[in-house]
């Protein structure tokens, strides 16, 4: 997948979707990504059982569908594998992308900066942040 053909299209950066699959793997085994493979729906499944390259744009529509699949296979359908997923992807992209605002443990600068880079991880994606 390259920049998405529709530009209505909301999209998502492969990084997100392989965060999710080696959570998967390495938590639950390869088993377990079969099973959460086989509760997506055919177009997601074609998607991810491909090669997915960190670099390149999906629909997110597909991380949607895959976020709710590892709900539903590995977790009885309980939402809170969302905090699993989540947590997951923060490790592994927050401190490098956000170094200064982790060092300093600042969320609110935190969520600014996410605003500003939100268009590195998802396209027509609407990211705001206000303080109150």
């Not at 529709?6 to 080696?22: A, N, W």
């Not at 177009?43 to 699949?69: F, H, K």
Request: aromatic share 6%; net charge neutral.
């Amino acid at each position: 997948m390259a920049e998405p053909a529709d530009p209505e299209v909301e999209m998502v950066k492969g990084i997100v979707l392989t965060s999710r699959r080696d959570l998967v793997r390495s938590t639950h085994g390869r088993a377990a990504w079969d099973k959460v493979l086989a509760s997506v729906n055919e177009q997601t499944r074609i998607l991810l059982g491909g090669r997915l390259v960190a670099t390149e744009w999906y629909p997110l529509q597909a991380n949607e569908d895959l976020d709710w699949a590892i709900c539903r296979a590995l977790g009885d359908g309980d939402p809170v594998m969302f905090r699993g997923m989540g947590a997951h992807t923060a490790d592994l992209i927050v401190a490098s992308t956000y170094p200064q605002q982790v060092r300093n443990k600042d969320p609110v600068a935190l969520l600014k900066a996410v605003v500003i880079h939100a268009p590195r991880y998802y396209i027509n994606l609407n990211v705001e942040f206000r303080q109150l």
